[in-house]
């Protein structure tokens, strides 16, 4: 069964930080483009952040930029988002989600999606 788990999710304060992390099984880990995408209550799911089978040239959201960092461990089919320097603005619902191809995931059509963990910034 594929499956993507995320974690790492709940509240902050404004300035605080938080790393998100989401596990994946039953799939082929390293052959995937890993992404983070988020949903505020009442708008449309973004992009956050992307990043390649191997590692390199990881992409951001320009609102997130400078202050998230996604990475990934091929060897615990891993992927994570550092999340620092929180903001208000930042709180949603965030996915984890995997797509064979990099364009998959920077349009936000990936084959695999997580099933979210909630993070709120208060000011």
């Known amino acids: 069964q594929v499956q993507l788990v995320e974690s790492g999710g709940g509240l902050a304060q404004a300035g605080d930080s938080l790393r998100l992390s989401c596990a994946a099984s039953?799939?082929?880990?390293?052959?995937?483009?890993m992404g983070w995408f988020r949903q505020a209550p009442g708008k449309e799911r973004e992009f956050v952040a992307a990043?390649?089978?191997?590692?390199?040239?990881?992409v951001y959201a320009d609102s997130v930029k400078g202050r998230f960092t996604i990475s990934r461990d091929n060897a615990k089919n891993t992927v994570y988002l550092q999340m620092n320097s929180l903001k208000p603005e930042d709180t949603a619902v965030y996915y984890c989600?995997?797509?064979?191809?990099?364009?998959?995931?920077?349009?936000?059509?990936?084959?695999?999606w997580g099933q979210g963990t909630q993070v709120t910034v208060s000011s």
């Open positions: 989600a995997a797509g064979m191809a990099f364009n998959d995931i920077r349009v936000g059509t990936p084959q695999i």
């Open positions: 039953g799939l082929t880990f390293s052959s995937y483009t």
């Open positions: 990043i390649r089978w191997s590692g390199g040239s990881p």
